[in-house]
């Protein structure tokens, strides 16, 4: 529905271009997923009608990964940012795409772990 889906244009300049050089290639629409159901359908869709899905999490990178050169339909995962399991026996923790560094280390604090910048595997 409209407050998961948009085609302003203003709204696919943003998620067109991420902290690279490259220049801004918006998508043809940002969708917000909130459930693995709804990005799993999405992406059936999209595979089924061979539009492009761009996936979309902060907009930090620098590779210009965000960049829909083709078109298509950009997933801002940025709603799905629930903190489903922690471990501490074995330091992990399994969170879904939308959850920041800042915010899974909020999170921790009072644990005695946390998540530096740069760590692989999240």
Same mark, same amino acid.
């Given at each position: #529905?409209?407050?998961? &889906?948009? =085609?302003?244009?203003? !709204?696919? $300049?943003?998620? #067109?271009?991420? $902290?690279?050089?490259?220049?801004?290639?918006?998508?043809? &629409?940002?969708? %917000?997923?909130?459930? !693995? /159901?709804?990005?799993?359908?999405?992406?059936?869709?999209?595979? +089924?009608?061979? &539009?492009?899905?761009?996936?979309?999490?902060?907009? =930090? #990178?620098?590779?210009? @990964? &965000?960049?829909?050169?083709? @078109?298509?339909?950009?997933?801002?995962?940025? +709603?799905?940012?629930?903190?489903?399991?922690?471990?501490? $026996?074995?330091?992990?923790? *399994?969170?879904?795409?939308?959850? =920041? +560094?800042?915010?899974?280390?909020?999170?921790? +604090? #009072?644990?005695?772990? %946390?998540?530096? !910048? /740069? *760590? !692989?595997?999240?």
């Amino acid at each position: #529905g409209v407050p998961n &889906v948009s =085609t302003a244009t203003a !709204v696919r $300049e943003q998620h #067109g271009h991420d $902290e690279s050089m490259h220049p801004c290639a918006p998508p043809d &629409v940002v969708v %917000w997923p909130q459930a !693995v /159901g709804q990005v799993q359908e999405l992406a059936a869709l999209c595979h +089924r009608c061979r &539009v492009p899905m761009v996936p979309f999490g902060t907009g =930090t #990178g620098l590779e210009g @990964g &965000v960049n829909a050169v083709q @078109g298509g339909v950009c997933f801002d995962l940025s +709603r799905m940012d629930a903190i489903a399991e922690l471990s501490l $026996e074995d330091f992990s923790v *399994t969170v879904e795409p939308g959850v =920041t +560094r800042k915010a899974l280390n909020k999170h921790l +604090r #009072g644990t005695g772990l %946390w998540f530096p !910048v /740069g *760590t !692989v595997g999240m």
